[in-house]
């Protein structure tokens, strides 16, 4: 017997397509078939065959230049088209609405996806001023409030294989970060200075279901302070509206009554 069961059955075909949409999705520009032919070291028949068909299928497109290939949002819609996605989407969409009504802030509901997080949904800011990212935004889970959150609300069998991981190949301080993770336990919330924008505090918190004491998704609020705006909440007051929707979600999740 094979020592890796994994590679008794293949399907080279199937494989050859996989490659090149998770190229094109880590690749921020387009790139044209000799690039892919040369990247993955494959035949120009292979490529051909497979651009053929993903393109057909609408998973990739060409670029504007005609020469070029990018990644379609096919593939996330397909994603979102899941039972468990759409219902998270469906528990949470209102009250995300409600949220932004009452904070005068954008909201944006994430899920992890490998080892980062993924924006599934945002409700912008009804305010005249605000901040949010598109729905499909990607950042690595540790350089994100969001994706703490996420990290923070997961069992240690499951959370601590993968730091360890993570910190074996020098992506960060690992003592630093299991401290900050409890902080976020006990808190419930992180609020904290963006790492990627100047002036936004990032506030997150969890979203559970019934089923397991991990975390779901992460509610988050890129809070923008308005100084001429005295009548929108503090960012004590937001922090807590914030947690208090994500119960909510959280709780209809819990009850199947969305």
């Given at each position: 017997m094979p020592r890796n069961p994994s590679q008794q059955y293949r399907a080279p075909a199937l494989e050859k397509g996989l490659d090149l949409l998770e190229l094109l999705a880590r690749t921020p520009r387009p790139?044209?078939?000799?690039?892919?032919?040369?990247?993955?070291?494959?035949?120009?028949?292979e490529i051909f065959r497979m651009q053929n068909?993903?393109?057909?299928?609408?998973?990739?497109?060409?670029d504007?230049?005609?020469d070029g290939f990018k990644l379609t949002t096919?593939?996330?819609?397909?994603?979102?088209q899941s039972p468990p996605t759409a219902y998270l989407l469906g528990a949470a969409l209102p009250i995300m609405q409600h949220l932004t009504e009452t904070s005068h802030q954008s909201v944006h509901l994430a899920v992890a996806s490998g080892d980062q997080f993924v924006v599934i949904a945002r409700i912008e800011s009804p305010a005249d001023i605000g901040f949010s990212v598109r729905i499909g935004y990607r950042r690595n889970l540790v350089d994100s409030t969001s994706g703490r959150v996420l990290l923070a609300f997961q069992p240690e069998l499951t959370l601590n294989?993968?730091?360890?991981?993570?910190?074996?190949?020098g992506s960060f301080a690992i003592d630093k970060l299991k401290r900050e993770l409890k902080r976020i336990r006990k808190l419930g919330y992180q609020r904290a200075p963006s790492t990627f924008v100047e002036g936004i505090t990032d506030l997150g918190t969890p979203v559970f279901t019934a089923a397991t004491s991990s975390a779901i998704a992460a509610l988050s609020i890129p809070y923008v302070k308005c100084r001429k705006n005295t009548d929108h909440p503090t960012i004590d007051t937001v922090v807590k509206q914030l947690c208090e929707s994500a119960a909510q979600i959280s709780s209809k999740l819990a009850t199947h009554e969305c």
């Open positions: 790139l044209s078939i000799n690039e892919i032919i040369e990247i993955l070291g494959r035949s120009r028949n068909v993903l393109e057909h299928r609408g998973y990739i497109a060409r504007e230049t005609g096919k593939l996330f819609e397909v994603a979102m294989p993968w730091l360890q991981q993570m910190a074996d190949e």
